[in-house]
């Protein structure tokens, strides 16, 4: 080989190894810069979790919201069993004994054939004329 070749040679094999030191480099910081605004992401989320105040509601709210939801399933479809079922649980729940049984009596209507229901409004027939006469 020439000195010209082995200049060549040389100053190649400079040429890749700075190359390869500047691929190494730019891999490294983006590694670590996808690591850093990662970890900022989450800080900052976390942050904003914590300025949210918890919206703290009381059961008998819990209830009512609950309540609402089935009667808007009802204005849809008021056939619907399970909804009023569910009212009629909420509603005894929230001492509304007076809307349970018409919901109870709409029951009976739809399905007379279920001894639950006929005893169910029974129960609450009773239930009411007990508060009746207690008044």
């Known amino acids: 080989m020439s000195i010209s070749e082995k200049e060549y ?11 390869t030191r500047i691929m190494t480099v730019v891999g490294v910081g983006g590694f670590f810069g996808s690591i850093v605004f990662g970890g900022i992401k989450s800080i900052l ?9 918890p919206v703290v509601q009381s059961p008998t709210s819990q209830l009512e ?14 056939n619907n069993i399970l909804a009023l079922e569910k009212l009629v649980n909420l509603r005894l729940q929230l001492g509304d004994n ?9 029951l009976v209507e739809l399905h007379p054939e279920r ?6 409004l029974a129960t609450l027939e009773q239930r009411m004329g007990k508060e ?4």
Do not use: C, D, I, W
């Open 9 to 19: 040679f040389a100053k190649r094999t400079q040429q890749v190894k700075l190359k």
């Open 45 to 53: 989320s976390e942050v904003e979790k914590q300025r949210e105040q």
């Open 65 to 78: 919201n609950q309540a609402r939801g089935y009667e808007l399933v009802l204005q849809r479809e008021p």
């Open 98 to 106: 007076q809307g349970a049984m018409e919901l109870m009596k709409r």
């Open 115 to 120: 001894e639950s229901y006929r005893s169910g």
């Open 132 to 135: 009746g006469g207690q008044e």
